[in-house]
């Protein structure tokens, strides 16, 4: 073979002229004549093998150039074939490329094939793919999901073909090719051929998808061989990054190549080329739109998750992205972080370097919690969850880290306040620490292990401390002395000293011991107290003694060094490190066992208290975070109330202190209309209370009924309502703990079973909750309930009497709906005769909760007993004839006594004495007897009557006959008519009949209520003879409920209440009344409608509790249109800095529910300002602006600012004083101020142009230009300048000193209309101004009518004089406790009533 083939650039290239010796294609075949010469090629294929391609290569190319028009059969044909050569040749190179005895012809040939059958195969691939991605678009479903057909071609299955094309690359590639080339050198376009055809699959929008999975298998692979054998390695890493920027699509496919080629083709490299290039992206280019910093992002994210550990290398080139602008890129870098933690740099065994890096990228997350973003911050809390959770963050750091999340919790993002909850939980449910976290449990612990470790290092510094030195450190320290002692004792010596040194000599002879162990003992004694020259003498010695002593073996050659080694020996002994001596004891050695066990107790003690102390520091950590959810738990947003719900549930299972509060503040949420927020409280508490553990199906009973009381325990009334929805709903599922439940209730409640009384009162509760699900639960046991609860021993038991009425309360109609005869027992049952019993005793005894028992028993009385008026009747004569009993008892006594001591004393006024008490409890008695009476007339007669009116319409309409019923027919429409219209008559005539009993019968003479209205009249109205506090709460209320009879009634003691309520000096009295004048103010609108102002006039109160109280009841009546918004809000805006947090947040949610109505808060605000910012007020302008800035925040329509500027810019006109202008300025400034409100400020410059002078002015609107400079356009900004200018050079300068003619003649040329417009405004918008009731005309425009200070038109009260003194006696002083008759406010302004049925509170 002559010629060689070269892989071209393009296609056309194999047609024109080459170089030598360099194939041409000699004939491009027509498309008519490609199928033809395929089955030659074919044919041949199967004959001559895959060396057929040097033959065929032009059909295939023809195949190439007529792609387009070709048919799909021809297409697929080609495709097989060249399938077929690749395949084939990787099946026959293997041979070939072993054999050493290969000419260079056959290797061209082989070769050749292999390029052409390559070449050919992808780019026929390439087109095909191309040609697949343009019919998907123009076949894309369109409606209804049906896909079009594809333009009269037949389907080519291109998914599978391709595959097939894949496997076949790999198959030849794989094999070591490279030798078919001289020196081994593959040239550049024989790899860019095959790269270009697998990035051009790569660009397919569904290669990411699951179906695409092999396809995308088949690429990496392919890309793999040619990256380790083919050197591509630079040529990928480039192409990743220029494929990442056009198709987002492709950041997990290529992190998942990366993954591959690095860890399987072990090309680490290729980790750190891509690495590379995507960190030398500068912040600049990131931020321009199409960078690809999402796909950059993204890849980065899922290669940190496959291979975190190849990451480390190059994080450095990653970490400069944290201080780049793109937020994307910093989370990126954050997940990458924290892959690495979780699955690298964990545990225990990392050395030091890996523990630098591990701090040095914990610091850097850490850093990121603060991030600008709150995505980037939301994020790494996430990250923080998955480290935390994986049990990967140091013990060290969790206190740090888990201050930050909490601190987190007040962030502004919403997912950031998620991610930080959800954090919190990981904290709790993977805590190191303890299973359950108690700061209160933790305390004792705590201070006792401290005390031990108190009492520890006492007695180890009270055994005074030896300072312990290794032998051999004191050994050195001796040793220089030690060697001048033992070469002097060597040196030779004069004739007198040597008659010195034998005597010595002698005297170590005789300390000389019986061996040589001894004399070692002895010589190191020497040495410790510091005897040398004895040391060296008695060494010396003893080696004559003991020649053969392996101790003294060595002083056969007597030298300084010999000896000096001898004695070192003895001294430090054979172990060095285990010789120690002490400085100042006897030379014994301390034992060190000893020590080290005192020292081991002593850390381990220390150990103990600090893990004592971390775990209270985290469980108080947990305390304070839930304080702070327990809040968010009533957010508008739903997956924040998910989440901290979902933490309470997680709180309450490790027992953190105050977990409780959290799952009951839960609980009203059950009501929520939101249904996720309510299933979510439901599992909560199935969760938490309702799916018990337990062996048997009675250990699950007891747990179950055991957690639902702990969670009643001190319930207020509405937890025990929203408890009741939630387990209403386990009753009535079908499970099989019910029965058991309910036989365990029943034996706690009876005392079956030992058990306190609070958990009685949760058991009998919990039955009543039974019931509404499953009536007979409580109606077969009624005769039990009476016997026990209800029987002998009722007064020793009021709550568990009154919770049992609250259970029997269950199985009346009022809790379920019923449209049949209702259901009611006959008066001689039981229960009525229990209830009476209990009620008409307790009224005579000082039990404090005889009342809430007798209110209950009262309601129940009306509910289930047939002629319910006739026993409370007989109970009201009872319980009076029983207090009068005891009076005349206690009148005797008295009398006894006092006619011993005084006989001078009158019979009568010691005959008089009543106890407060008692008296107090009958008219508690007596006005929930009217209150029910009232009830029970308007709501169980009144459907009475309807239900037998309509069974009489029902059966007169059975009885006509057939004639009747075409007659009907015929005149339908007539009588559909008439039929309405009998029927409202009829409802008419039932709610008159009510109204005329209410008025006239039940407060008749021959009526036992009327008996008590006198006496409840006289205890209101002598408040210094009847000044206990329960008697006068219990008349108080009492009077109210008995007013709430008629209007008349009403009418008649409406003055009296008032009295009550601004002047009795009891607090709980004021408070009471304002809840009962509430309740009035329902029932009759229109008579308590003068006396509004009153009841605003408790929002002042000097008591807080009464404070809170009106807030409470005034925001119910307005919120709910009962009362009239009007100026007296701004007794509510003061409570705004009530110096109560708790009344402040009651104000506050008054005008957030205020803000819902149609420009409510913009309609008062004039009256508002006009009231706050009176002298006579003198309200300090810190609490004026405090007030203003929450109210203005309301104010977000550009019309009601453009508006509110107008007026109070005019009201600058009347405002008489400093303070006023400065309050009017400061709110001005408060307004979020628009261009209309600009031009509108500009227009009214005359109004305050001469107050800018004051600072408390000019401060204020000069805030407002710079406000408003921000952002604003070229225009805009250069008004607001020349507007700032103005101000400051009135300011500066005064009014006068700047409004020169000049500026006139200037501003009438420039807007000669402008100034005319101001001063036309007012009166054109609003015609003629109007004057207020006791003022005069004012001079300026109507406008600031609504901001002008009231003037003290009324005249002052009469003072009213009042006897709070026992010594009241006569009719007429108790009558002067009463407003006077002028003192009554007078009807202005009628309200209609909405319902012509008086409205009751339940």
């Known amino acids: 073979m002559s010629w060689d083939f070269f892989v071209p650039v393009c296609l056309g290239d194999l047609v024109k002229t080459g170089g030598i010796n360099q194939y041409i294609v000699q004939d491009v075949l027509s498309p008519a004549q490609l199928p033809s010469h395929l089955s030659k090629f074919k044919a041949e294929l199967r004959s001559q093998g895959p060396l057929c391609v040097l033959k065929h290569f032009d059909t295939g190319y023809s195949v190439l150039r007529h792609c387009n028009s070709v048919e799909i059969g021809v297409k697929e044909d080609a495709l097989e074939l060249l399938v077929q050569v690749v395949s084939s040749l990787a099946g026959s190179l293997p041979a070939l490329l072993v054999s050493t005895s290969v000419d260079a012809a056959e290797r061209k040939e082989n070769l050749n094939a292999v390029k052409m059958s390559i070449y050919l195969l992808c780019k026929l691939t390439e087109i095909l793919e191309s040609n697949s991605y343009r019919r998907t678009i123009i076949t894309a479903p369109g409606k209804g999901g049906k896909k079009g057909k ?7 299955q291109w998914d599978s073909e391709r595959e097939k094309v894949l496997q076949a690359l790999v198959q030849l590639l794989q094999l070591d090719i490279r030798s078919l080339w001289n020196l081994s050198l593959v040239e550049e376009e024989f790899i860019s051929c095959v790269t270009c055809c697998c990035y051009k699959l790569l660009e397919n929008p569904t290669i990411s998808h699951v179906k695409s999975k092999p396809t995308r298998d088949g690429i990496i692979h392919l890309l793999g061989v040619l990256i380790k054998k083919y050197n591509h390695l630079l040529g990928a890493s480039v192409k990743v990054i220029q494929l990442l920027q056009h198709f987002e699509q492709l950041s997990t496919v290529f992190a998942q190549a990366v993954s591959v080629w690095s860890t399987e083709y072990g090309i680490r490299a290729i980790v750190g080329e891509v690495i590379r290039e995507i960190g030398l992206k500068s912040s600049e280019e990131l931020a321009r739109e199409g960078s690809g910093v999402k796909a950059f992002a993204s890849f980065l994210s899922e290669l940190g998750t496959l291979v975190p550990e190849l990451m480390i290398p190059n994080i450095s080139v990653l970490i400069t992205h944290l201080e780049g602008e793109s937020h994307t890129m910093r989370v990126a870098v954050c997940e990458v972080l924290g892959e690495i933690l979780v699955r690298v740099l964990c545990g225990d065994g990392l050395d030091e370097s890996g523990k630098a890096d591990r701090d040095r990228y914990f610091d850097t997350l850490q850093e990121h919690l603060h991030d600008v973003h709150s995505h980037v911050r939301a994020r790494v809390l996430q990250v923080y969850a998955r480290i935390v959770n994986s049990k990967a963050l140091p013990l060290c750091r969790y206190s740090e880290v888990m201050e930050l999340a909490v601190g987190r919790l007040m962030d502004k993002s919403i997912n950031a306040v998620k991610n930080a909850i959800q954090l919190l939980a990981a904290f709790i449910a993977h805590n190191p620490y303890s299973c359950k976290l108690s700061s209160a449990d933790l305390k004792k612990p705590l201070e006792k292990e401290t005390t031990k470790l108190r009492e520890l290092k006492e007695k180890l510094e009270g055994k005074a401390p030896v300072a312990v030195i290794k032998a051999s450190e004191l050994w050195d320290a001796m040793a220089p002395e030690l060697l001048v002692t033992v070469r002097a004792e060597l040196e030779p010596t004069s004739d007198s000293e040597s008659e010195q040194q034998n005597k010595e000599e002698n005297k170590a002879e005789e300390e000389v011991e019986e061996d040589d162990r001894a004399t070692a003992v002895k010589v190191a004694q020497y040495l410790r107290v510091n005897k040398y020259r004895n040391a060296v003498r008695l060494c010396i010695r003893a080696h004559t003694c003991f020649p053969e002593s392996e101790v003294f073996a060595s002083l056969s050659t007597l030298t300084p060094d010999t000896l000096m080694n001898t004695m070192a020996l003895i001294f430090k002994g054979a172990d060095e490190d285990a010789a120690e001596v002490s400085q100042n004891l006897p030379p014994t050695p301390q034992k060190e066992g000893e020590k080290e066990g005192e020292d081991g107790e002593l850390k381990k003690q220390e150990m103990l208290v600090q893990y004592l102390k971390d775990t209270e520091t985290f469980a108080l950590q947990v305390e304070r975070a839930i304080s702070v959810i327990n809040s968010m738990l009533y957010w508008k947003s739903t997956s924040v109330v998910q989440e901290a719900m979902q933490f309470c549930v997680t709180v309450c299972e490790f027992g953190v202190a105050n977990s409780v509060s959290g799952v009951r503040k839960m609980l009203p949420l059950v009501w929520s209309t939101d249904a996720a927020i309510k299933d979510a409280v439901v599992q909560a508490y199935r969760r938490l209370y309702l799916n018990p553990q337990g062996d048997t199906v009675r250990t699950k009973a007891q747990t179950l009924v055991d957690s639902l009381s702990e969670l009643m325990v001190d319930a207020s009334l509405g937890t025990i309502q929203c408890l009741e929805e939630i387990v209403q709903e386990f009753f009535g599922s079908s499970s099989n703990l019910q029965s058991t439940v309910v ?34 639960v409580v109606l077969s046991n009624l005769d039990t309930l009476c016997s026990v609860a209800l029987g002998e021993k009722v007064t020793e038991d009021f709550l568990l009497a009154r919770d049992t009425v609250i259970t029997i309360c269950s199985i009346t109609d009022h809790s379920r709906q019923s449209k049949g005869t209702p259901f009611r027992l006959p008066q001689d049952h039981q229960l009525f005769s229990c209830l009476t019993q209990a009620i008409a005793d307790g009224v005579v005894m000082e039990d404090p ?15 289930l007993a047939e002629s319910p008026d006739q026993l409370c009747s007989r109970l009201l004569q009872r319980s009076a004839r029983l207090l009068l009993d005891q009076i005349a008892e206690g009148g005797d006594i008295n009398k006894d006594a006092s006619q011993v001591e005084d006989g001078s004393q009158e019979p009568g006024e010691s005959g008089e004495q009543v106890n407060c008490v008692c008296l107090a409890q009958l008219l508690a008695l007596c006005g929930s007897v009217a209150f029910w009476q009232v009830s029970h007339l308007e709501r169980s007669v009144s459907a009475e009557l309807r239900r037998r009116r309509g069974e009489t319409e029902e059966r007169e309409e059975k009885e006509k006959g057939p004639s009747s019923k075409t007659k009907q027919a015929a005149n339908e429409s007539t009588m559909e008519e008439d039929l309405g219209l009998i029927g409202a008559s009829a409802e008419d005539t039932e709610a008159e009949l009510i109204r005329k009993i209410c008025e006239t019968e039940l407060l008749a003479e021959e009526n036992l209520l009327c008996v008590f209205l006198p006496l409840l009249v006289r205890v209101c109205s002598s408040p210094g003879r009847y000044s206990h506090p329960q008697l006068a709460t219990a008349a108080c209320l009492a009077l109210s409920q008995y007013m709430m009879i008629s209007p008349s009634a009403c009418e008649e003691n409406i003055r009296l209440m008032f009295t009550v309520l601004e002047r009795s000096t009891l607090p709980v009295v004021r408070a009471n009344a304002i809840i009962a004048l509430g309740d009035l103010t329902v029932r009759f609108p229109n008579i308590l409608e003068p006396w509004t102002q009153n009841l605003y006039a408790r929002l002042s109160d000097e008591v807080p509790s009464v404070r809170q109280t009106a807030v409470t009841v005034l925001t119910q009546l307005v919120l709910k249109d009962v009362l009239k918004v009007k100026g007296q809000v701004s007794e509510v805006a003061v409570l705004l800095i009530d110096p109560e947090p708790h009344i402040a947040s009651l104000a506050l949610n008054f005008f957030n529910e205020l803000a819902g109505k149609d420009n409510a808060i913009y309609n008062l605000l004039p009256d508002i300002i006009s009231r706050l910012s009176d002298p006579e007020r003198a309200m300090t302008s810190e609490d004026f602006n405090t007030i203003m800035r929450q109210l203005f925040s309301y104010i977000t329509k550009e019309r009601q600012t453009e508006s509110l500027v107008e007026k109070m810019c005019q009201r600058f006109r009347t405002a008489k004083t400093e303070r006023q202008w400065c309050d009017l300025a400061m709110s001005l400034s408060l307004l979020s101020m628009c261009e209309r409100g600009f031009k509108r400020l500009q227009e009214c410059w005359e109004c305050y142009s001469d107050k800018l002078t004051e600072p408390g002015v000019y401060q204020p609107l000069l805030s407002i230009a710079v406000k408003l400079r921000r952002g604003a356009k070229a225009q805009f900004k250069a008004q607001v300048d020349e507007f700032e200018k103005r101000l400051t050079a009135v300011h500066t300068r005064g009014l006068e000193n700047v409004e020169s003619p000049e500026m006139d003649e200037e501003n009438l040329k420039e807007g000669s209309s402008s100034e005319k417009t101001v001063a036309q405004t007012p009166m054109t918008s609003r015609g003629r101004a109007r ?17 002008v200070t009231p003037q003290k038109s009324r005249k002052s009260k009469k003072a009213i004089i009042m006897t709070f003194s026992s010594e009241e006696e006569e009719e007429e002083d108790e009558e002067d406790a009463v407003m006077a008759e002028s003192e009554t406010p007078k009807v202005t302004t009628p309200i209609a009533r909405t319902s012509r049925r008086a409205r009751l509170r339940n």
């Open 150 to 156: 594809s333009g009269g071609e037949g389907p080519l």
């Open 1331 to 1347: 004057t207020k009731r006791g003022q005069a005309k004012p001079s300026v425009s109507s406008r600031s009518d609504d901001f």
């Open 849 to 863: 909760y005889w009342q809430s028992f007798m209110e209950q028993a009262v309601r129940l009385i009306y509910f």
């Open 743 to 776: 036989q365990v209730l029943w034996e706690r409640f009876t005392g079956k079973r030992e058990t306190s009384g609070l958990n009685r009162r949760a058991a009998v509760l919990l039955l009543g909750m039974a019931a509404r699900a499953e009536r007979e």
